[in-house]
């Protein structure tokens, strides 16, 4: 046996049991779950229902399965061998084992399917439940008892590691990721998995930026991260990708924009300049000499404000354009904050993609010129354009970006990204280049972890991560990065 290459969920697990106020069927949370995370895993999956299901139901499981591109399949006891007939025509794939996922008072319906090499996996009511969190059983291997439906993917890993192959569908490197979920010990996902690679910046409750000493201490977590963090204090072989402690940097914008200062090394060799922007830390907009400290700061109007704790939190990406000095003192930003240099950039932003020792970058528009956006400001007497970094901004529709690839200095930027690696010791980070128009030079306006690699084709990206984790967990070095065009 090849491992599970597809599953099938009974309408027994997914629908909640009784409709909801409205007289409308609804899906179970933890099914929910399940169907997210088994829709990027590269299985098989489908949806299962019989006749006697009201129409509603019905209707609520065939849009389910539009939106998450599943099969839906009809499932009647008394033509088993037809259902797993029309499975095995529609997925096509003898390479491994079926799964059907049904709910405990289901389990007889179809015990007959054992026979025909399925394997079953019964979703245990709650008052039947064990202490036992899963078994394959001494009697029967083919039937498989569950408490929790997030426990799903976890026992897909489980059953496919133990046929000697990858967990879910594997790529052709053997690449796959298994999702955790804080609705289980955590220790017992972490017995299946080889490494962890996390984004903990999601989880973040809190972080007070008073300032950048001890800066573990003051970041706040949800408890499953601190659960997971815990295990991973008492389990030193658990192999992290990337440690926590070296992340923290890239969540305070003062952190990375003093670390951006040593990019000057590396303009020795190359007739154009890589930099970070000119910058200032703020505590109060109303602090009486804030003008001239802009100025001492290399500062002109208009400046770019930001906060200075960069992701994690709801305000993180509320930022500001100044044009007039008098604007700060009613400026809606987070203290404290950092007023950073606004580059002229032509409209067009690099973005670059670290994974390992490998580089990727995407060109992508960006907020017009200064003068322009002076323009559009005039209209509402220069008051400061506030906006949130993590949607859009005005940006030049009609300029072409044919032209971009040949002003980026490629040589350059591909040693200071090597150079951030090593500085900051991530595997996998991303950073955003403009192109000063005045002076060409190259300046990197943000750094960020585990970015969403969108702009990168699957078929290559997925290669690069299995490359940049298996030298992480072998405990390789990796060499000097180049970019991939």
């Given at each position: 046996?090849?491992?599970?290459?597809?599953?099938?969920?009974?309408?027994?697990?997914?629908?909640?049991?009784?409709?909801d106020?409205?007289?409308s069927?609804?899906?179970?949370?933890?099914?929910?779950?399940?169907?997210?995370?088994?829709?990027?895993?590269?299985?098989?999956?489908?949806?299962?229902?019989?006749?006697?299901l009201?129409?509603?139901?019905?209707?609520?499981?065939?849009?389910?399965?539009?939106?998450?591109?599943?099969?839906?399949?009809?499932?009647?006891?008394s033509?088993i061998?037809?259902?797993?007939?029309?499975v095995?025509?529609?997925?096509?794939?003898?390479?491994?084992?079926?799964?059907?996922?049904v709910?405990?008072?289901?389990?007889?319906?179809?015990?007959?399917?054992?026979?025909?090499?399925?394997?079953?996996?019964?979703?245990?009511?709650?008052?039947?439940?064990?202490?036992?969190?899963?078994?394959?059983?001494?009697?029967?291997?083919?039937?498989?008892?569950?408490?929790?439906?997030?426990?799903?993917?976890?026992i897909?890993?489980?059953l496919?590691?133990?046929?000697?192959?990858?967990?879910?569908?594997?790529?052709?490197?053997?690449l796959?990721?298994?999702?955790?979920?804080?609705?289980?010990?955590?220790s017992?996902?972490?017995?299946?998995?080889?490494?962890?690679?996390?984004?903990?910046?999601?989880?973040?409750?809190?972080?007070?930026?008073?300032?950048?000493?001890?800066?573990?201490?003051?970041?706040?977590?949800?408890?499953?991260?601190?659960?997971?963090?815990?295990?991973?204090?008492?389990?030193?072989?658990?192999?992290v990708?990337?440690?926590?402690?070296?992340?923290?940097?890239?969540?305070?914008?003062?952190?990375?924009?003093?670390?951006?200062g040593?990019?000057?090394?590396?303009?020795?060799?190359?007739?154009?300049?890589?930099?970070?922007?000119?910058?200032?830390k703020?505590?109060?907009?109303?602090?009486?000499?804030?003008?001239?400290?802009?100025?001492?700061?290399?500062?002109?109007?208009p400046?770019?404000?930001?906060?200075?704790?960069?992701?994690?939190v709801?305000?993180?990406?509320?930022?500001a354009?100044?044009?007039?000095?008098?604007?700060?003192?009613?400026?809606?930003?987070?203290?404290?904050?950092?007023?950073?240099?606004?580059?002229?950039?032509?409209?067009?932003?690099?973005?670059f993609?670290?994974?390992?020792?490998k580089?990727?970058?995407?060109?992508?528009?960006s907020?017009?010129?200064?003068?322009t956006?002076?323009?559009?400001?005039?209209?509402?007497?220069?008051?400061?354009?506030?906006?949130?970094s993590?949607?859009?901004?005005?940006?030049?529709?009609?300029?072409?970006?044919?032209?971009?690839?040949?002003?980026?200095?490629h040589?350059?930027?591909?040693?200071?990204?090597?150079?951030?690696?090593?500085?900051?010791?991530?595997?996998?980070?991303?950073?955003?280049?403009v192109?000063?128009?005045?002076?060409?030079?190259?300046?990197?306006?943000?750094?960020?972890?585990?970015?969403?690699?969108?702009?990168v084709?699957?078929?290559?990206?997925?290669?690069?991560?299995?490359?940049?984790?298996?030298?992480?967990?072998?405990?390789?070095?990796?060499?000097?990065?180049?970019?991939?065009?």
């Open positions: 046996m090849c491992g599970v290459k597809g599953v099938v969920l009974d309408a027994s697990i997914l629908l909640k049991a009784g409709d106020e409205n007289g069927p609804s899906l179970r949370a933890d099914a929910v779950y399940v169907l997210r995370k088994l829709r990027y895993s590269n299985i098989f999956t489908g949806i299962s229902y019989g006749l006697d009201s129409a509603p139901k019905v209707r609520l499981l065939q849009e389910s399965a539009r939106l998450y591109s599943y099969n839906c399949f009809v499932f009647r006891p033509a061998d037809n259902f797993v007939s029309e095995s025509l529609e997925w096509g794939d003898n390479t491994g084992s079926y799964m059907h996922v709910s405990s008072y289901k389990d007889e319906e179809i015990a007959q399917m054992i026979s025909s090499g399925w394997l079953i996996t019964v979703l245990r009511s709650p008052g039947k439940a064990s202490d036992v969190e899963y078994s394959t059983g001494t009697e029967n291997p083919s039937k498989i008892f569950i408490n929790k439906l997030e426990e799903l993917p976890l897909i890993c489980h496919n590691k133990k046929r000697g192959a990858f967990p879910i569908k594997p790529t052709p490197n053997g796959i990721f298994v999702p955790l979920t804080y609705a289980l010990p955590i017992q996902q972490l017995q299946e998995i080889d490494g962890v690679l996390h984004k903990a910046t999601d989880d973040i409750i809190t972080v007070e930026m008073s300032s950048s000493s001890d800066f573990e201490n003051k970041v706040t977590y949800t408890e499953g991260m601190q659960e997971l963090q815990r295990y991973i204090g008492c389990h030193p072989d658990c192999c990708i990337d440690p926590f402690t070296n992340i923290y940097p890239v969540l305070d914008r003062l952190k990375i924009q003093q670390i951006l040593g990019l000057e090394n590396l303009n020795s060799k190359s007739c154009s300049k890589v930099r970070g922007p000119h910058f200032l703020v505590v109060d907009f109303r602090e009486p000499k804030l003008e001239d400290k802009l100025v001492d700061a290399k500062l002109s109007l400046n770019i404000v930001k906060p200075q704790v960069a992701c994690g709801a305000d993180a990406h509320s930022m354009i100044v044009f007039k000095a008098d604007s700060y003192k009613d400026l809606n930003v987070p203290l404290p904050a950092i007023v950073q240099e606004y580059v002229d950039h032509s409209s067009t932003m690099f973005k993609y670290v994974v390992g020792k580089i990727f970058f995407a060109i992508k528009k907020t017009p010129n200064a003068d956006l002076i323009k559009l400001a005039e209209e509402k007497e220069l008051k400061p354009l506030l906006f949130d993590l949607k859009s901004l005005p940006v030049d529709k009609q300029k072409s970006q044919n032209e971009d690839n040949t002003r980026i200095d040589e350059l930027v591909t040693d200071a990204a090597n150079w951030l690696r090593r500085v900051l010791d991530l595997t996998i980070f991303g950073f955003d280049v192109i000063q128009e005045s002076t060409g030079d190259h300046v990197i306006v943000d750094v960020n972890y585990l970015p969403s690699f969108k702009e084709p699957d078929e290559v990206a997925i290669p690069t991560f299995w490359e940049a984790i298996k030298e992480k967990l072998t405990g390789k070095q990796s060499t000097e990065a180049a970019i991939l065009l």
